[in-house]
């Protein structure tokens, strides 16, 4: 859920780092997040898949650019009430399925933690307001420690990211059981 | 790694060079494209780098790209419809998108979302340019230059709706029909929130290393087309050309004209005839009057009989300015798709021309054709559609925002 702590937390530096992401014809520029709280990242690529409603995901390549490793424990947004960090890996049966990646993903110094279609992503459900192609999608990178992140991305049409969901807890009322037809197009399944 | 711009003459680097490999002989491109700037004329320059596919055109600019940077081998015009429903919001968020994905592709890289990146590594000179038709420029709220409409109907036009208008055009152009294949499907997929595709237009000229670069194209009525184009990177150029109103400046027009020529019955006429129907020898591009494509036609020069040398119903005659802003700038290409019915081809022209004002520089010249040219007796107009081309944009902005934002 997007809570108003998390609001508290964000800092002067994803200010900074909204500003200069802020279009998307220059979303190559790395984004330069300073130490304030210790979390020093550039982040390239970020995008959502654009969705009416329900499951989607956010993807985009995070470089860890400190001196130390960090890890992404959490990510929230206004554009989904509920945001986890899935990984996706190939099930018995041979199809690709995602689930919640426990401890979030540690990044070594100077390496780059890539989420993509059919790979880590971070997983937004529970979408009601849809996120329209073009849209920015601003979404709060939370990292061990306390420091935060913003990072901006631009929603995107994409037909693909269809991975079968298989989480193993509680969603509240989403239906993401792997059952035939769940991924994360799950329109109308917001109920 | 640069190149200056092998069009504009003057420096600017434009055209850059992606791979160290791809950059044998370059310092003698260079030079040569020196030469021919302290000269002022449009000499064919020779490329001597061998392999072009690394060739990236910036898409950031005062202008867009894909008017006054180098022809390329092949050009996909696509027009599409705007859904309803679709707003200025829509449209800002539309334009967003596909200005970063050409902005990616021209540099070689997949778009964002790109599902398909590995095609997108030889822009191979790529340029993607947008154009507005009415219907986006209406909504947008935004003021419609007067002489965005289509154009007044013409005696020898023949339109066909399938070829014809549109809301919003996708221009992508390259030396590589795959990089063409990839950027048009990249941008469509982009925008089909938004749009539907309403046609598609494909053109070639010859392929790039086939002839020096710079040569005058030939039609496939084999003339040769475009002589007295304005050379980009000249203040002619620039006059013609480039808008200075409002959201428009920076930007231009296009007029886009699908051309069908007659080849079958073309091949009834004899060099002679052909020479004299267009004011230009068929086989050099000189005019009648002269010896070199270059040498300016005599209009006044007559035959012992009395009569003048260039017919006064010939299309160069017809064709010539008679005021002195009815210039326009030429970039077009041929077509030759599978015919219907009886014959053996469907070929022609995808004539597209460039001119800060169409109304005032190009309809003069379309009204004079179309009272008496005698290649009317070989061509047919069969699709017609005008287009806003907004300014370029820098980087960290979108094409269209002068109208948008």
């Given at each position: 859920?997007?809570?108003?702590?998390?609001?508290?937390?964000?800092?002067?530096?994803?200010?900074?780092?909204?500003?200069?992401?802020?279009?998307?014809?220059?979303?190559?520029?790395?984004?330069?997040?300073?130490?304030?709280?210790?979390?020093?990242?550039?982040?390239?690529?970020?995008?959502?898949?654009?969705?009416?409603?329900?499951?989607?995901?956010?993807?985009?390549?995070?470089?860890?650019?400190?001196?130390?490793?960090?890890?992404?424990?959490?990510?929230?947004?206004?554009?989904?009430?509920?945001?986890?960090?899935?990984?996706?890996?190939?099930?018995?049966?041979?199809?690709?399925?995602?689930?919640?990646?426990?401890?979030?993903?540690?990044?070594?110094?100077?390496?780059?933690?890539?989420?993509?279609?059919?790979?880590?992503?971070?997983?937004?459900?529970?979408?009601?307001?849809?996120?329209?192609?073009?849209?920015?999608?601003?979404?709060?990178?939370?990292?061990?420690?306390?420091?935060?992140?913003?990072?901006?991305?631009?929603?995107?049409?994409?037909?693909?990211?269809?991975?079968?969901?298989?989480?193993?807890?509680?969603?509240?009322?989403?239906?993401?059981?792997?059952?035939?037809?769940?991924?994360?197009?799950?329109?109308?399944?917001?109920? | 790694?640069?190149?200056?711009?092998?069009?504009?003459?003057?420096?600017?680097?434009?055209?850059?060079?992606?791979?160290?490999?791809?950059?044998?002989?370059?310092?003698?491109?260079?030079?040569?494209?020196?030469?021919?700037?302290?000269?002022?004329?449009?000499?064919?320059?020779?490329?001597?780098?061998?392999?072009?596919?690394?060739?990236?055109?910036?898409?950031?600019?005062?202008?867009?790209?894909?008017?006054?940077?180098?022809?390329?081998?092949?050009?996909?015009?696509?027009?599409?419809?705007?859904?309803?429903?679709?707003?200025?919001?829509?449209?800002?968020?539309?334009?967003?998108?596909?200005?970063?994905?050409?902005?990616?592709?021209?540099?070689?890289?997949?778009?964002?979302?790109?599902?398909?990146?590995?095609?997108?590594?030889?822009?191979?000179?790529?340029?993607?340019?947008?154009?507005?038709?009415?219907?986006?420029?209406?909504?947008?709220?935004?003021?419609?230059?007067?002489?965005?409409?289509?154009?007044?109907?013409?005696?020898?036009?023949?339109?066909?709706?399938?070829?014809?208008?549109?809301?919003?055009?996708?221009l992508v152009s390259a030396d590589d029909q795959v990089t063409v294949a990839h950027a048009v499907r990249m941008l469509l997929k982009d925008a089909r929130s938004f749009?539907?595709?309403?046609?598609?237009?494909?053109?070639?000229?010859?392929?790039?290393?086939?002839?020096?670069?710079?040569?005058?194209?030939?039609?496939?009525?084999?003339?040769?087309?475009?002589?007295?184009?304005?050379?980009?990177?000249?203040?002619?150029?620039?006059?013609?050309?480039?808008?200075?109103?409002?959201?428009?400046?920076?930007?231009?027009?296009?007029?886009?004209?699908?051309?069908?020529?007659?080849?079958?019955?073309?091949?009834?006429?004899?060099?002679?005839?052909?020479?004299?129907?267009?004011?230009?020898?068929?086989?050099?591009?000189?005019?009648?009057?002269?010896?070199?494509?270059?040498?300016?036609?005599?209009?006044?020069?007559t035959t012992p009989a009395g009569h003048t040398v260039i017919s006064p119903v010939s299309h160069i005659a017809r064709s010539r300015p008679v005021e002195p802003h009815?210039?326009?700038?030429?970039?077009?290409?041929?077509?030759?798709?599978?015919?219907?019915?009886?014959?053996?081809?469907?070929?022609?022209?995808?004539?597209?021309?460039?001119?800060?004002?169409?109304?005032?520089?190009?309809?003069?010249?379309?009204?004079r054709l179309d009272e008496a040219d005698l290649l009317n007796t070989w061509t047919t107009p069969i699709g017609s559609a005008v287009f806003a081309i907004p300014p370029?944009?820098?980087?960290?902005?979108?094409?269209?925002?002068?109208?948008?934002?």
């Amino acid at each position: 859920m997007f809570t108003v702590p998390t609001h508290a937390r964000l800092s002067a530096v994803a200010v900074l780092a909204a500003a200069s992401l802020a279009a998307c014809a220059s979303s190559d520029d790395a984004t330069e997040a300073g130490s304030a709280t210790n979390v020093d990242v550039a982040i390239v690529d970020a995008w959502t898949k654009a969705t009416d409603s329900g499951m989607t995901a956010t993807f985009g390549e995070i470089t860890n650019e400190g001196d130390e490793a960090i890890t992404l424990i959490a990510a929230t947004t206004d554009a989904s009430s509920m945001v986890e960090l899935h990984e996706t890996s190939m099930d018995d049966a041979g199809g690709m399925s995602m689930s919640e990646k426990d401890g979030g993903f540690t990044i070594e110094a100077g390496d780059t933690l890539v989420l993509e279609p059919g790979g880590n992503h971070i997983m937004l459900m529970g979408v009601t307001d849809p996120i329209e192609a073009g849209a920015d999608v601003p979404v709060t990178l939370e990292f061990e420690g306390g420091g935060t992140v913003e990072m901006d991305t631009v929603a995107k049409d994409y037909t693909g990211a269809n991975e079968e969901y298989v989480g193993d807890k509680d969603h509240g009322s989403m239906e993401h059981s792997g059952d035939a037809g769940s991924d994360e197009d799950h329109s109308g399944n917001d109920h | 790694m640069t190149e200056p711009d092998a069009s504009s003459g003057h420096g600017t680097t434009r055209r850059r060079l992606l791979f160290g490999g791809a950059a044998a002989g370059l310092g003698a491109a260079v030079a040569l494209t020196t030469d021919r700037a302290a000269a002022g004329q449009a000499a064919p320059v020779p490329d001597t780098t061998g392999i072009n596919g690394a060739v990236a055109h910036l898409f950031h600019g005062a202008h867009q790209s894909g008017i006054a940077t180098p022809v390329a081998s092949y050009a996909s015009f696509v027009a599409l419809d705007l859904n309803a429903g679709i707003n200025r919001e829509a449209l800002r968020r539309l334009m967003r998108v596909l200005s970063d994905d050409a902005a990616r592709l021209m540099e070689g890289r997949g778009a964002l979302a790109d599902t398909e990146p590995e095609l997108a590594t030889v822009p191979a000179g790529l340029t993607v340019t947008f154009g507005f038709g009415p219907g986006f420029v209406k909504r947008a709220d935004g003021p419609t230059p007067a002489w965005l409409a289509p154009l007044p109907a013409f005696g020898i036009d023949d339109l066909n709706e399938a070829y014809s208008d549109g809301d919003l055009l996708l221009l992508v152009s390259a030396d590589d029909q795959v990089t063409v294949a990839h950027a048009v499907r990249m941008l469509l997929k982009d925008a089909r929130s938004f749009a539907t595709l309403k046609w598609r237009q494909d053109g070639f000229r010859r392929a790039y290393g086939s002839e020096v670069s710079g040569t005058t194209m030939r039609n496939l009525f084999g003339q040769v087309d475009g002589t007295t184009n304005p050379n980009p990177g000249t203040p002619t150029f620039d006059k013609v050309v480039w808008s200075t109103d409002g959201w428009m400046a920076g930007g231009t027009s296009l007029v886009l004209r699908r051309i069908r020529l007659n080849l079958d019955t073309w091949d009834e006429v004899d060099p002679t005839g052909r020479s004299f129907s267009v004011g230009r020898d068929i086989s050099t591009g000189a005019p009648l009057t002269g010896s070199r494509e270059s040498d300016e036609p005599d209009f006044e020069a007559t035959t012992p009989a009395g009569h003048t040398v260039i017919s006064p119903v010939s299309h160069i005659a017809r064709s010539r300015p008679v005021e002195p802003h009815e210039v326009i700038f030429r970039r077009g290409y041929n077509y030759d798709v599978p015919p219907s019915g009886d014959g053996v081809s469907e070929s022609g022209l995808l004539f597209a021309s460039y001119q800060a004002d169409p109304v005032r520089q190009f309809v003069p010249i379309q009204r004079r054709l179309d009272e008496a040219d005698l290649l009317n007796t070989w061509t047919t107009p069969i699709g017609s559609a005008v287009f806003a081309i907004p300014p370029g944009c820098s980087a960290g902005g979108y094409v269209g925002e002068t109208l948008l934002a």
